[in-house]
């Protein structure tokens, strides 16, 4: 079964700063795809990040950008220049391809420090 | 703003009581999506809809079931509830049947309190 593991319950960072938050997954898939998602306060999921499998390189999102090792089925993400508004739980998510089923980390929740 | 509205925010009820959650999905979307967000199991996929038809089935409870209207619009009815069915129950919709976009929308989630 796939499974998707965030080891860091929660992670603070100085505003401005950078901060990496870590995911690893499992599966024995080839075709699939990985997200990061955002959910503040308000408690609405954001789509922060996607990246396809096939593709070697690492997708960027403004300051948001993604570290994927597929061989080591590791998926973290650098957040840059770390915003006060960037406070919330991050969740790791991951999806074979031709399915419907996201599954999703535990999250980690980041503070941001003024 | 994602554009998905659920109704109500929060419902609080008794065990044993039954519940129906609402969902408008984003205009133009045909997919709808139910999750479960608890504290034990984190978020868990329950259910989707394409087009008024189930279209994939997960962690789903018999005591719970969906559908989805033809005006898009899709319902969760949650009956014999029980304390650990507590949880926040989010909607999201897409405009494809298949996710491999991503491009997955959520609402602000339904918060229900059984006591």
């Known amino acids: 079964a796939q499974t998707v593991t965030q080891s860091q319950p929660e992670m603070s960072v100085q505003e401005a700063e950078t901060v990496t938050l870590s995911c690893t997954y499992d599966?024995?898939?080839?075709?699939?795809?990985l997200f990061w998602y955002k959910q503040p306060p308000s408690r609405q999921m954001i789509l922060v990040i996607r990246?396809?499998?096939?593709?070697?390189q690492n997708a960027t999102e403004n300051r948001f950008s993604v570290n994927f090792q597929k061989a080591a089925k590791s998926f973290s993400l650098k957040i840059s220049d770390s915003q006060l508004g960037d406070a919330a739980m991050y969740f790791c998510?991951?999806?074979?391809?031709?399915?419907?089923?996201?599954?999703f980390g535990t999250g980690t929740l980041l503070a941001v420090q003024p | 703003d994602s554009g998905v509205t659920q109704t109500p925010k929060h419902l609080i009820t008794a065990t044993g009581q039954r519940v129906t959650l609402r969902c408008s999905p984003r205009?133009?979307?045909?997919?709808v999506y139910w999750y479960q967000q608890s504290l034990d199991q984190g978020l868990q996929f329950l259910i989707q809809?394409?087009?008024?038809?189930?279209?994939a089935k997960g962690n789903i409870l018999e005591r719970f079931s969906a559908q989805q209207f033809p005006d898009l619009h899709s319902e969760l009815n949650l009956s014999s509830l029980e304390l650990g069915d507590s949880a926040l129950y989010f909607c999201?919709?897409?405009?494809?049947?298949?996710?491999?976009?991503?491009?997955?929308?959520f609402g602000e989630g339904s918060r229900l309190t059984v006591l």
């Open positions: 999201a919709s897409s405009v494809r049947a298949g996710l491999d976009t991503g491009e997955l929308f």
């Open positions: 599966t024995s898939e080839s075709d699939y795809y």
């Open positions: 990246q396809e499998a096939y593709k070697q």
């Open positions: 998510a991951y999806i074979r391809g031709a399915t419907n089923k996201l599954i």
């Open positions: 205009s133009g979307d045909l997919s």
């Open positions: 809809y394409y087009n008024g038809e189930e279209r």
